[in-house]
């Protein structure tokens, strides 16, 4: 399925520029969850391109509103509700979103952790701008680690959300953009749209086919620029990667990225990145984060928890 290096020409334009008369994949892109969403359609009519495109910015820039992890949203009321430790009933759609983060928590053994955000907003990743960070306070790392916030700590029942454990913080930065792609996916095939990518930013998922062949993916190289590898999908597939050069911040000659270890408190090591291949976004996201933490001993493990078939990972020795 991989396969080795590959010409960066091979990598599909996904430029909306790129959109030409005798092109039959149309592409559009807006802004959202911190990244250029890109949208490829094949084979769809002018009014069902429209429609998409339209349907699919607005339902981006809602979620992207209410699931922001450090932004006033319906994520940061249900935050707000969770720390006074009592039941209550939060937005329809925050039930099923925690849940199925919860859920994928649970399956990673807890190294996906949605929970932690307490923790990423000590490394001050709960910003636009990072570069000019330094590490916290170690004792502050600890106080925080002791209190241990989990997925297991919140209960969802009848419609109520409670938290056993007031360090309960949702940061859903790494689930969220797969499982809004999911919620994409769905709405173009309410439109009637059989053949389509979502893209953010290189995380994607991609239904149905370039026509007569796959759609071809190109898998970003972590240390330089173009790509690593091309990967063909067809049918329904989501490829998800994590990295170490995505968001970080350099201090003292040494590199502090945002992948936290919940076991640890710091950033994960001797990782560089993860490619995972699964059927939905939101696992695909959730398990290269649960990966990447795990490492180049662990991630085995995990994987076959978290029911993924297909891993990359990429350790610090290259
Ligand atoms: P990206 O979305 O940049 O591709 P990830 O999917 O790995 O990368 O998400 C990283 C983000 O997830 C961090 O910015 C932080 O908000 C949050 N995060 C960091 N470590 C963890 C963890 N162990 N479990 C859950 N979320 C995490
Ligand atoms: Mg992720």
Redesign the pocket.
């Known amino acids: 399925m991989l396969r080795g290096i590959v010409p960066a020409l091979l990598v599909v334009c996904l430029l909306p520029g790129c959109n030409r008369p005798d092109d039959p994949v149309f592409r559009d892109r807006f802004y959202a969850l911190g990244t250029l969403i890109d949208l490829s359609l094949y084979g769809a009519n002018q009014q069902q391109q429209q429609e998409a495109g339209e349907a699919l910015a607005q339902a981006f820039n809602t979620m992207h509103s209410e699931w922001h ?1 450090w932004e006033a949203g319906s994520l940061a009321q249900t935050n707000t509700q969770l720390a006074a430790g009592r039941p209550f009933r939060p937005g329809p759609d925050i039930l099923p979103l925690l849940q199925t983060a919860n859920r994928l928590s649970l399956q990673s053994g807890g ?4 929970t ?1 955000g307490k923790l ?1 907003d000590l490394w001050g ?1 709960h910003a636009d701008e990072i570069t000019a960070l330094t590490p916290p306070d170690p004792a502050a790392i600890q106080e925080l680690l002791a209190r241990a916030p989990s997925a297991g700590d919140v209960a969802l029942e009848d419609g109520h959300l409670l938290s056993r454990n007031p360090a309960v913080q949702y ?1 859903l ?3 969220a ?1 797969g499982y809004a792609i999911d919620r994409g996916i769905e709405l173009l095939q309410s439109l009637g749209l059989a053949h389509a990518i979502i893209n953010a ?1 290189g ?1 994607l998922r991609a239904i149905g086919s370039h026509g007569d062949r796959p759609w071809r993916i190109g898998i970003r190289h972590p240390r330089q620029a173009g790509v690593l590898a091309s990967v063909e999908l067809s049918g329904d597939e989501s490829i ?4 170490d050069y ?2 970080y911040f350099e201090a003292s000659g040494r590199r502090y990225h ?5 076991r640890t408190g710091y950033p ?1 090591g001797r990782t560089v990145s993860v490619t995972v291949m699964h059927r939905e976004a939101a696992t695909a ?1 959730a398990a ?3 990966l ?2 795990a490492g180049p001993d662990g991630w085995a493990e995990v994987a076959r928890r978290m029911g993924i078939g297909y891993v990359m990972l990429i350790d610090d020795d290259g």
């Open positions: 992890a190294l996906f952790n949605p932690i990423i990743f940061d930065g790494a689930f953009k930013g995380d998800f990667t994590s990295g995505e968001r945002h992948i936290i270890d919940p994960a996201d290269a984060t649960a990447f933490v």
